[in-house]
T-cell receptor, first 113, second 113 residues
């Protein structure tokens, strides 16, 4: 089944404790992206990757890192999480010939205490 | 820059009522337009899309027409069901490969029996 997977689905952590949210897609998509969803703000793009070893900042990159060492994986790294990063995070992917449609993972709900 | 404006809600309707969720956009060029739906506790799913002016996207009884002259992509359904209760996001893609989707803030739809 074609899909985007994320782990963990739920995470509660404390300020300053480094964490990684994994994202993997099995559709051989080149483009991958991370969004955060906050009430009243919709979804905002954090980082994106056009291909392996090619990443760039989205609209709200502060406090986040990403890497793209393999085509299928695009982990999101919070090196020193803070409470304002409490949010619902979505990973997405799309093929290069896409009309813009993106395929979303199930989401990771992160709480930083 | 690109932007999407949609009614935020919550919108509460009775079962079998008619639904319209307004969406207008600002973008350069000719974007692709999307409606995504998020059911409670789940990720985002593509509901429908349109990639050029006057195109009509449709799925599950929902429709939306790409109106370039009014820069709108309103979501409509003739008779809603309780199972349609969800958050609906209007989004656009301007192209160029690097940009992700630009989302509206989402409309929470509640259908009462």
């Amino acid at each position: 089944e074609a899909q985007v997977t994320q782990n963990p689905r739920y995470l509660i952590t404390v300020t300053g404790k480094k964490l990684t949210v994994t994202c993997s897609q099995n559709m051989n998509h080149e483009y991958m992206s991370w969004y955060r969803q906050d009430p009243g703000l919709g979804l905002r793009q954090i980082y994106y990757s056009m291909n392996v070893e090619v990443t760039d900042k989205g609209d709200v990159p502060e406090g986040y890192k990403v890497s793209r060492k393999e085509k299928r994986n695009f982990p999101l790294i919070l090196e020193s999480p803070s409470p304002n990063q409490t949010s619902l995070y979505f990973c997405a992917s799309s093929p290069p010939t896409s009309d813009g449609e993106q395929f979303f993972g199930p989401g990771t709900r992160l709480t930083v205490l | 820059g690109d932007s999407v404006t949609q009614m935020e809600g919550p919108v509460t309707l009775s079962e079998e009522a008619c639904l319209t969720i307004n969406c207008t956009y600002t973008a350069t060029g000719y974007p692709s337009l999307f409606w995504y739906v998020q059911y409670p506790g789940e990720g985002l799913q593509l509901l429908l899309k349109a990639t050029k002016a006057d195109d009509k996207g449709s799925n599950k009884g929902f429709e939306a027409t790409y109106r370039k002259e009014t820069t709108s992509f309103h979501l409509e359904k003739g008779s809603v069901q309780v199972s349609d209760s969800a958050v609906y996001f209007c989004a656009l893609y301007s192209g160029g490969g690097a940009d992700g989707l630009t989302f509206g803030k989402g409309t929470h739809l509640i259908i009462q029996p």
